[in-house]
T-cell receptor, first 114, second 112 residues
């Protein structure tokens, strides 16, 4: 396994379901991110974790709950989502120093909320 | 509200020509600027970054930055069909060291 791996690639869920997205990075980075990419809207930062500590929450609704047990793994727990939450959710990682130049994205999870 | 503006396109360019992609940003405090390429159904991939006014060249790609005008551009020389993708402009948010603000992206099509 190399790079940033996300599972599942596709997810369909009802508004009452609870599901989790998983991300794993094999790059030795110590910062991990969740981004949201909605149709016809810019890519938007959701959360940042440095050394498994959350350092940024970009006013994300509480129905999105991130978890970072270590520097290599990141989860996004989903519950009682709305149809407007349907989007591509991208995980990314970077080193802490010069991180913006070395931000690597995973392939994303395409989420559909019915 | 920090904003990065791009023409969503589609921008259609003949093969072998120069493709010119433009981006403006609202926060004068931004200091670093990035261009990502995103193929349909794939994740964004960094292709260029620039910090100083002027031009930066890497192969067929040239990034241009004008901080006074708050303007960033990407030129692709000798465009190839494989360059057909959406190009995302991103700038750093001065309020957060790891925050990038992205534009909506410009869809580029290279016609053989």
């Amino acid at each position: 396994e190399t790079g940033v791996t996300q599972t599942p690639r596709h997810l369909v869920m009802g508004m009452t379901n609870k599901k989790s997205l998983k991300c794993e990075q094999h790059l030795g980075h110590n910062a991990m991110y969740w981004y949201k990419q909605s149709a016809k809207k810019p890519l938007e930062l959701m959360f940042v974790y440095n050394f498994k500590e959350q350092t940024e929450n970009n006013s994300v609704p509480s129905r999105f709950s991130p978890e970072c047990p270590n520097s290599s793994h990141l989860f996004l727990h989903l519950h009682t989502l709305q149809p407007e939450d349907s989007a591509l959710y991208l995980c990314a990682s970077s080193p802490l120093q010069g991180g913006n130049e070395k931000l690597f994205f995973g392939s994303g999870t395409q989420l559909s909320v019915l | 509200q920090k904003e990065v503006e791009q023409n969503s396109g589609p921008l259609s360019v003949p093969e072998g020509a120069i493709a010119s992609l433009n981006c403006t940003y609202s926060d004068r405090g931004s200091q670093s600027f990035f261009w990502y390429r995103q193929y349909s159904g794939k994740s964004p991939e960094l292709i260029m970054f620039i910090y100083s006014n002027g031009d930066k060249e890497d192969g067929r790609f040239t990034a241009q930055l004008n901080k006074a005008s708050q303007y960033v551009s990407l030129l692709i020389r000798d465009s190839q069909p494989s360059d057909s993708a959406t190009y995302l402009c991103a700038v750093n948010d001065p309020q957060g060291a790891q925050k990038l603000v992205f534009g909506q992206g410009t869809r580029l099509t290279i016609n053989p």
